[in-house]
C-alpha cells in the first residue's frame, strides 16, 4: 500500500452545507445501493473528486514538461467554435492544433 493509499485508511470528519434537494438525493443514492446513509455516498463522491484533481493536475504537470517546440497551438475561432459545440446534439471534434512555427 503507497503512502497516500495508507493516509487515506484513517477518517476525518468533514461539515458541508448543501441543499435540501442534494440532501434528499443523497439519501435515495443510498437508499438505491443498499448502504446505511447518505454520509458514505458522499464520502465516495468526495474520494473520487480528490482522485480525479489529483490525475488533472499530474496531466498539467505532464503537459508542462512539453519542450516548446513541440507543443501545439489552436485558432482562437476554431476553439470557441469547439467550446460552443460542446452539450449540443453535434460536438466538434477537438481541435488537433499546429505546430509553434
Same mark, same amino acid.
Given at each position: 500500500?503507497? =503512502? ?7 477518517? =476525518? &470528519?468533514? &461539515?458541508?452545507? *448543501?441543499? %435540501? ?5 443523497? %439519501? =435515495? +443514492?443510498?437508499?438505491?445501493? #443498499? *448502504?446505511?446513509? #447518505?454520509?458514505?455516498? *458522499?464520502? %465516495?463522491?468526495? %474520494? ?7 490525475? /488533472?493536475? @499530474?496531466? +498539467? #504537470?505532464? @503537459? @508542462?514538461? *512539453? ?13 470557441? =467554435? /469547439? +467550446?460552443?459545440?460542446?452539450? &449540443? ?8 492544433? &499546429?505546430?509553434?512555427?
Amino acid at each position: 500500500m503507497k =503512502a497516500a493509499e495508507a493516509n487515506m485508511s484513517k477518517t =476525518a &470528519t468533514v &461539515t458541508a452545507s *448543501v441543499s %435540501e434537494c442534494v440532501k434528499e438525493r443523497l %439519501e =435515495a +443514492i443510498a437508499r438505491e445501493r #443498499g *448502504v446505511a446513509g #447518505g454520509d458514505e455516498v *458522499v464520502a %465516495e463522491a468526495v %474520494e473520487q473528486y480528490v482522485s480525479e484533481y489529483d490525475a /488533472w493536475k @499530474r496531466e +498539467i #504537470g505532464r @503537459r @508542462r514538461d *512539453v519542450p516548446h517546440e513541440k507543443r501545439r497551438y489552436v485558432d482562437r475561432a476554431e476553439g470557441r =467554435a /469547439w +467550446i460552443k459545440s460542446l452539450g &449540443t446534439d453535434n460536438p466538434l471534434p477537438l481541435p488537433k492544433g &499546429t505546430p509553434r512555427t
